[in-house]
């Protein structure tokens, strides 16, 4: 059987603090406690519904020293039983699967810690969850654990994306790159060095131009340039 890559990507985010009625932030360290809290619940108790459609909950967290959690998040999505399809006999049967169960998916994350920031680093592939659910479910049970210390909530979770200003340094530590997306503003298209204007009338966002490297070749130079 072939093995199956499956593209993934890498987002950066900080998370602060907003405590109510105020605009300043801190850095929400108090998702370290969270995470710890959350960990010895029962695994029944971890779920949490993301929407209709999708539930998740924290399948393992480990604590790297006192400053680093690696989390791995499994969910699901439900409410649809295709038919099954045999590849070898070309036969179709009906799906046994309940219309409450779906194919489970992970989704590592990491929380680094400082005294200055929290950094969030994501896995996305597309198939398990992203930015907006490991919010919800952060804001639930940090609920759920002030509560457990007789607290009330006064502040809320603000992501933010991070963006190195060294891209090209850290992509250059990169051995290979098979895949970028070059953003090209319409602005850009519609000048006089490449006069597309007319063209993209229609064309509502910016232009995203795909460049795929050959097998076993890379395409970081052409990236840079």
Do not use: W
């Amino acid at each position: 059987m072939p093995i199956i890559n499956k593209i993934r990507k890498i987002k950066f985010f900080t998370i602060r603090r907003q405590e109510k009625d105020t605009t300043d932030t801190t850095p929400a360290l108090v998702i370290r406690n969270a995470i710890e809290f959350t960990k010895k619940l029962n695994r029944e108790d971890r779920f949490l519904d993301i929407n209709s459609q999708k539930f998740c909950f924290i399948e393992s967290a480990t604590l790297i020293g006192t400053d680093t959690h690696k989390v791995v998040f499994k969910s699901a999505k439900i409410g649809s039983r295709p038919p099954l399809i045999d590849r070898n006999t070309r036969k179709e049967r009906k799906n046994p699967k309940k219309m409450s169960e779906g194919d489970g998916e992970r989704t590592h994350v990491i929380f680094k810690y400082t005294k200055n920031d929290v950094f969030f680093i994501l896995e996305s592939n597309g198939l398990g969850i992203g930015q907006n659910a490991v919010h919800k479910y952060l804001r639930t049970f940090i609920r759920m654990y002030i509560k457990s210390k007789k607290g009330k909530v006064r502040f809320k979770l603000i992501f933010q994306v991070l963006v190195k200003d060294n891209f090209i340094q850290e992509m250059k530590k990169l051995k290979r790159v098979v895949v970028g997306h070059v953003y090209v503003e319409k602005s850009i298209l519609g000048s006089d060095a490449l006069n597309f204007s007319k063209r993209t009338q229609s064309v509502r966002h910016d232009i995203v131009v795909g460049i795929r490297a050959n097998p076993r070749e890379t395409i970081i130079n052409t990236i840079e340039k």
